[in-house]
């Protein structure tokens, strides 16, 4: 965990103080909406359908247990009693009310949580690995450059009023857990030949009207030049790229009409007219950040506890814990991933009874710690292996038992229609179809790893362009239609999926996912071969063949 | 509209001269950058201090040459949404060391005025009354800052190697 400081605490309140003072102007008529628009979006708050949205931020997705009851506490209070989580490390509140919004900023201030950085056209929360600093191999914790970078981009003078929106990913695991390939920057954190940690950054990655998925700007920047050289990428940004579009508007678009060379170019000009300023890092200032996150102290445990070989009997547990339970760092300890994707229910959603039954379950069992990932789940990072079955049976009691972490029906999906004013379409419906249709887990078992990702429109909030299965809600004369895509991935072999064929109607989306998955299992060379796999050895034909003969 | 300078508002001294018109005798001048680059040396013979409104899609490269003897810069926003001038603001006062005024103009608002300030602006054209009559108080909504600029404010980072040195210190 990161522990605030009084620098940390006063820069927040002093955040909350402003906004209820811009919350005021407002309400008394004195700010246009149009004016005060940028400054609540700064603040996280969107003008959804039905009302305002609120977004919290959840950094890099670490989450204390006491900060995990507060945001129940803001469901209960100043919303309908549940929260969204996102597939940024956000929590959204959906029917806030303007005028008790600063009360609700005020609530979370006090347990160093705040809303900056989760909308506008600024920098937003900087996401990392939920299974940061617990994952084996790890090279570092990434969080602790997270948090610096958090830091750095917080109220930036220069870059709060970017071209668009600019969105931070951080990893230090081969294996991505944080798409880092379709972020505005991707940071993958690695060692010289030295032994010094540094990054490969990517630039220009993004999904929306344009995908693209970044490119390697540069593959080697040392730890003290990072924050100087995401300056030099953002200050070129902000000075040239598109403002007379909002869908040109990303710094992808940039990278891509200057090409990947020249826009490295003119990044370096200006960083190396920079690199030995104040942004420096020297190891004292890395190691003031290190010194304020805190680690369990672990005890000494067995990797095969009596209680894990006793409760491998219970076949119910056995189904749970092969797809939870990852191994961890330390010896005896799991990491547990926690499904926010019940058969029928909307994708990422927990009510407040759980959130505040979920802080008491990571006091016991995870050293009172919480992450967030982004397929909408959460995560304990700390469990003890032998008390899984314990941990097991208090989740299931709450409804965050389902057992299909990276199954099926494990769907990413957008708010869509139900709730957002940019939607052409619904996409929670199309998701709890779909989680009622591959219920089984039996079936879902035998499919394998898939993962379902929904957009209710192309701005791709539900990252369809790299699902497995996408699905792209449009809109054609009033009516509800639906792209589908496959071969799609976010991990460090990020690649966007391929369309299938026509869009088809509301109806169909499930009809036509199963057809798609029953090629799949008559296709692929082997039990083991994931459907990524196959698509990736075969192609989409194959599939199109057989969804489309009978359509 | 108001004009905010050292905290208060103040008369404008410079003589805003369009296009068409000649430039008066004397007197303080603001003029456009593709007057002034037209013939620039003519125009800082100007009798009076002259300034320049420089637009945010320009590279301010072009400008450099004559940073020492111009009295003020105006940088522009056509809306608050366009950040642009920020980053010419820090560039002139951080890598041109500039340090004439340099000044905010168009659609300057009050809750734009702690990042301006430290981005350099010292000087401020406010759209509204109030915002300007607000200036003062605005000013002080941060007493921390993550990020070190050209403005001299104390960063966290400095602060909290500050607060340590003294608890050293006291050991």
Same mark, same amino acid.
């Given at each position: 965990?990161?522990?605030?400081?009084?620098?940390?605490?006063?820069?927040?309140?002093?955040?909350?103080?402003?906004?209820?003072?811009?919350?005021?102007?407002?309400?008394?008529?004195?700010? #246009?909406?149009?004016?005060?628009?940028?400054?609540?979006?700064?603040?996280?708050?969107?003008?959804?359908?039905?009302?305002?949205?609120?977004?919290?931020?959840?950094?890099?997705?670490?989450?204390?247990?006491?900060?995990?009851?507060?945001?129940?506490?803001?469901?209960?209070?100043?919303?309908?009693?549940?929260?969204?989580? #996102?597939?940024?490390?956000?929590?959204?509140?959906?029917?806030?009310?303007?005028?008790?919004?600063?009360?609700?900023?005020? *609530?979370?201030?006090?347990?160093?949580?705040?809303?900056?950085?989760?909308?506008?056209?600024?920098?937003?929360?900087?996401?990392?690995?939920?299974?940061?600093?617990?994952?084996?191999?790890?090279?570092?914790?990434?969080?602790?450059?997270?948090?610096?970078?958090?830091?750095?981009?917080?109220?930036?003078?220069?870059?709060?009023?970017?071209?668009?929106?600019?969105?931070?990913?951080?990893?230090?695991?081969?294996?991505?857990?944080?798409?880092?390939?379709?972020?505005?920057?991707?940071?993958?954190?690695?060692?010289?030949?030295?032994?010094?940690?540094?990054?490969?950054?990517?630039?220009?990655?993004?999904?929306?009207?344009?995908?693209?998925?970044?490119?390697?700007?540069?593959?080697?920047?040392?730890?003290? *030049?990072?924050?100087?050289?995401?300056?030099?990428?953002?200050?070129?940004?902000?000075?040239?790229? !598109?403002?007379?579009?909002?869908?040109?508007? !990303?710094?992808?678009?940039?990278?891509?009409?200057?090409?990947?060379?020249?826009?490295?170019?003119? +990044?370096?000009?200006?960083?190396?007219?920079?690199?030995?300023?104040?942004?420096?890092?020297?190891?004292?200032?890395?190691?003031?950040?290190?010194?304020?996150?805190?680690?369990?102290?672990?005890?000494?445990?067995?990797?095969?506890?009596?209680?894990?070989?006793?409760?491998?009997?219970?076949?119910?547990?056995?189904?749970?814990?092969?797809?939870?339970?990852?191994?961890?760092?330390?010896?005896?300890?799991?990491?547990?991933?926690?499904?926010?994707?019940?058969?029928?229910?909307?994708?990422?959603?927990?009510?407040?009874?759980?959130?505040?039954?979920?802080?008491?379950?990571?006091?016991?069992?995870?050293?009172?710690?919480?992450?967030?990932?982004?397929?909408?789940?959460?995560?304990?990072?700390?469990?003890?292996?032998?008390?899984?079955?314990?941990?097991?049976?208090?989740?299931?009691?709450?409804?965050?038992?389902?057992?299909?972490?990276?199954?099926?029906?494990?769907?990413?999906?957008?708010?869509?229609?139900?709730?957002?004013?940019?939607?052409?379409?619904?996409?929670?419906?199309?998701?709890?179809?779909?989680?009622?249709?591959?219920?089984?887990?039996?079936?879902?078992?035998?499919?394998?790893?898939?993962?379902?990702?929904?957009?209710?429109?192309?701005?791709?909030?539900?990252?369809?362009?790299?699902?497995?299965?996408?699905?792209?809600? +449009?809109?054609?004369?009033?009516?509800?239609?639906?792209?589908?895509?496959?071969?799609?991935?976010?991990?460090?072999?990020?690649?966007?999926?391929?369309?299938?064929?026509?869009?088809?109607?509301?109806?169909?989306?499930?009809?036509?996912?199963?057809?798609?998955?029953?090629?799949?299992?008559?296709?692929?060379?082997?039990?083991?071969?994931?459907?990524?796999?196959? +698509?990736?050895?075969?192609?989409?034909?194959?599939?199109?063949?057989?969804?489309?003969?009978?359509? | 509209?108001?004009?905010?300078?050292?905290?208060?508002? #103040?008369?404008?001294?410079?003589?805003?001269?369009?296009?068409?018109?000649?430039?008066?005798?004397?007197?303080?001048?603001?003029?456009?950058?593709?007057?002034?680059?037209?013939?620039?040396?003519?125009?800082?013979?100007?009798?009076?201090?002259?300034?320049?409104?420089?637009?945010?899609?320009?590279?301010?490269?072009?400008?450099?040459?004559?940073? *020492?003897?111009?009295?003020?810069?105006?940088?522009?926003?056509?809306?608050?949404?366009?950040? !642009?001038?920020?980053?010419?603001?820090?560039?002139?006062?951080?890598?041109?060391?500039?340090?004439?005024?340099?000044?905010?103009?168009?659609? +300057?608002?009050?809750?734009?005025?702690?990042?301006?300030?430290?981005?350099?602006?010292?000087?401020?054209?406010?759209?509204?009354?109030?915002?300007?009559?607000?200036?003062?108080?605005?000013?002080? !909504?941060?007493?921390?800052?993550?990020?070190?600029?050209?403005?001299?404010?104390?960063?966290?980072?400095?602060?909290?190697?500050?607060?340590?040195?003294?608890?050293?210190?006291?050991?």
């Amino acid at each position: 965990m990161y522990a605030y400081d009084e620098i940390d605490r006063t820069l927040v309140n002093e955040r909350v103080l402003e906004f209820r003072d811009q919350v005021r102007r407002r309400l008394s008529g004195e700010l #246009t909406e149009d004016e005060f628009k940028m400054l609540r979006l700064q603040n996280g708050v969107y003008l959804q359908l039905h009302a305002y949205m609120f977004r919290v931020a959840i950094p890099y997705g670490t989450l204390a247990s006491r900060q995990l009851r507060r945001l129940a506490h803001v469901a209960r209070t100043y919303d309908r009693g549940y929260g969204h989580f #996102t597939t940024r490390q956000n929590i959204q509140f959906n029917w806030i009310k303007l005028a008790e919004l600063p009360d609700a900023l005020a *609530d979370l201030a006090e347990v160093g949580i705040h809303a900056m950085q989760t909308s506008g056209n600024n920098t937003r929360n900087v996401t990392s690995d939920q299974w940061a600093g617990v994952a084996p191999a790890e090279v570092e914790d990434p969080r602790i450059w997270a948090e610096i970078l958090r830091q750095y981009t917080t109220l930036h003078p220069e870059f709060s009023f970017l071209p668009r929106k600019f969105k931070f990913a951080i990893t230090a695991s081969s294996h991505d857990r944080t798409a880092i390939r379709i972020h505005d920057i991707g940071l993958r954190l690695l060692r010289n030949q030295q032994g010094e940690t540094g990054f490969e950054v990517l630039v220009g990655g993004g999904l929306g009207r344009t995908p693209f998925i970044g490119k390697t700007i540069k593959p080697f920047v040392h730890g003290r *030049d990072l924050l100087s050289y995401v300056e030099a990428i953002m200050r070129v940004y902000n000075q040239y790229g !598109r403002r007379d579009n909002i869908y040109k508007a !990303r710094i992808k678009i940039l990278v891509h009409e200057l090409g990947i060379e020249k826009f490295a170019a003119e +990044v370096e000009e200006e960083w190396l007219q920079m690199r030995e300023g104040a942004l420096k890092l020297d190891d004292e200032v890395v190691e003031d950040i290190r010194a304020r996150f805190s680690y369990p102290n672990y005890e000494e445990l067995p990797e095969m506890p009596d209680e894990l070989r006793d409760a491998a009997q219970d076949a119910s547990f056995e189904a749970w814990r092969r797809n939870s339970v990852f191994p961890h760092k330390v010896r005896g300890y799991a990491i547990v991933t926690l499904s926010l994707k019940p058969a029928g229910g909307p994708p990422g959603d927990a009510t407040a009874e759980q959130m505040d039954a979920l802080a008491d379950i990571a006091d016991k069992y995870s050293f009172g710690e919480i992450r967030v990932g982004h397929e909408q789940n959460l995560a304990l990072p700390h469990v003890a292996r032998r008390d899984l079955p314990a941990l097991w049976k208090a989740l299931d009691r709450i409804g965050l038992a389902t057992p299909n972490v990276n199954l099926i029906s494990d769907i990413i999906a957008c708010p869509g229609l139900d709730y957002c004013s940019l939607a052409n379409a619904r996409s929670i419906p199309i998701a709890q179809e779909l989680t009622r249709r591959f219920a089984n887990h039996d079936t879902a078992n035998l499919i394998g790893r898939l993962h379902i990702n929904i957009s209710g429109c192309i701005n791709a909030c539900g990252h369809h362009h790299v699902g497995h299965i996408g699905i792209l809600g +449009v809109e054609k004369n009033g009516e509800e239609f639906y792209q589908i895509t496959i071969g799609g991935r976010a991990d460090e072999n990020a690649e966007l999926g391929t369309l299938i064929g026509p869009a088809v109607k509301f109806e169909e989306v499930a009809d036509v996912v199963e057809d798609v998955v029953e090629a799949y299992l008559a296709l692929r060379a082997r039990p083991d071969e994931l459907f990524i796999d196959t +698509v990736k050895r075969l192609g989409v034909e194959p599939f199109k063949e057989r969804v489309y003969a009978t359509r | 509209m108001p004009l905010v300078k050292g905290g208060e508002i #103040t008369r404008d001294d410079f003589a805003h001269v369009r296009e068409d018109l000649p430039l008066p005798e004397d007197g303080a001048v603001l003029i456009s950058a593709a007057r002034f680059l037209a013939d620039p040396e003519l125009l800082l013979r100007h009798k009076g201090r002259i300034g320049v409104i420089w637009p945010n899609g320009r590279d301010i490269d072009a400008l450099v040459p004559y940073l *020492d003897r111009l009295a003020t810069i105006a940088l522009v926003f056509p809306t608050f949404r366009d950040g !642009r001038a920020y980053s010419q603001a820090r560039l002139l006062r951080e890598r041109f060391h500039y340090h004439g005024e340099l000044r905010a103009t168009g659609q +300057v608002l009050r809750d734009q005025f702690v990042f301006m300030l430290r981005a350099g602006f010292d000087a401020f054209d406010v759209r509204k009354q109030s915002d300007a009559e607000a200036f003062a108080q605005t000013v002080k !909504r941060y007493s921390v800052f993550y990020q070190p600029t050209g403005d001299g404010r104390l960063t966290a980072l400095h602060r909290r190697m500050q607060l340590r040195d003294s608890r050293r210190a006291g050991l």
